[in-house]
């Protein structure tokens, strides 16, 4: 017997960041959009644990117990008494180190696979407690729709969306360390008072409403001049997107992956044309959201 989960990648419309907190952690206000880029994680029984990848930059992705899957079988295991002997298959196709939480997903993947393989029928949230302790955005991996997300980003409010919003995203040619991003900001922020994070009522009230005009003029993130200071070059891919017609264009969570909100999926197709001709991307993606949270897809 196998169990396959689809999880998506995710998008942050606003991401507010307070200043750092005693335990090395950032308060946020993080408002997560889930969008149709997925993984898919496939959990076989095995003799010992065992993690596999294909799909584009498949081997950039660690195949040892320090992958978020692999650490998410060990956790539900340890909380039911069981060893977490399987074999973890994860189908990539969200973006590599790209601000767009594969590594999460993978985790949430991971662990609503293991539970309904195992049947260990763990309430969903014991689940969303053991994804909190992976990582800050391994439960909205698992929830999926739209959330805000305060504290690390862990603690989770499900949002109301009233449309279809449609993105492009831009990979970069090379990838940016989310601990080295969050130093930046606290080096360019030295010696300022950084607000408490809250969340933009505009920006829940666009989302509430589905209008992409309002949504546009209310995204922002806090780490895009923290992740343009160490990758410079993302600039040129911002204009790029924004020359070619998309509403806005922000660089996705840490980076380095940038994403342009567009009208519709025709807008889509062109700036996404416009972007590869620019030269200043690796390659890109269209999807369209909310999309929904961790779910068997087969068994």
């Excluded at 600039?235 to 790029?240: F, H, N, S």
């Amino acid at each position: 017997m196998s169990v396959t989960v689809r999880v998506p990648a995710k998008v942050n419309v606003q991401l507010a960041v307070g200043a750092a907190r005693p335990d090395g952690f950032h308060s946020l206000a993080n408002v997560f959009l889930a969008v149709g880029l997925y993984d898919e994680i496939t959990v076989t029984p095995a003799d010992e644990l065992r993690v596999t990848c294909d799909g584009p930059d498949a081997d950039q992705v660690p195949l040892d117990r320090t992958n978020l899957a692999a650490r998410a079988a060990q956790a539900l295991a340890e909380r039911y008494g069981r060893s977490p002997d399987v074999h973890l298959h994860i189908a990539k196709d969200i973006p590599v180190a790209g601000g767009m939480a594969g590594g999460s997903a993978d985790g949430a993947g991971a662990l609503v696979a293991c539970d309904a393989l195992w049947q260990t029928g763990a309430p969903r949230d014991e689940l969303l407690e053991i994804c909190a302790e992976l990582g800050s955005d391994v439960p909205f991996s698992l929830v999926g729709g739209a959330a805000l997300g305060i504290g690390r980003g862990e603690q989770l409010t499900p949002l109301e969306v009233g449309g279809t919003f449609h993105w492009v995203f831009a990979m970069a040619r090379r990838g940016l360390s989310t601990p080295a991003v969050f130093r930046e900001f606290d080096r360019l922020g030295e010696g300022t008072d950084i607000p408490e994070p809250v969340a933009s009522g505009e920006l829940l009230a666009a989302l509430a409403k589905g209008d992409p005009d309002a949504l546009a003029a209310a995204v922002s993130n806090d780490l895009q001049p923290a992740a343009l200071s160490l990758f410079p070059e993302l600039a040129g891919t911002l204009a790029a997107g924004r020359a070619a017609g998309a509403l806005t264009a922000l660089v996705s969570g840490s980076g380095p992956t940038t994403a342009f909100l567009v009208r519709d999926p025709e807008s889509a197709a062109a700036v996404a044309q416009a972007l590869l001709a620019s030269g200043t991307c690796r390659t890109v993606r269209t999807a369209s959201g909310p999309a929904p949270g961790a779910t068997v897809a087969g068994r």
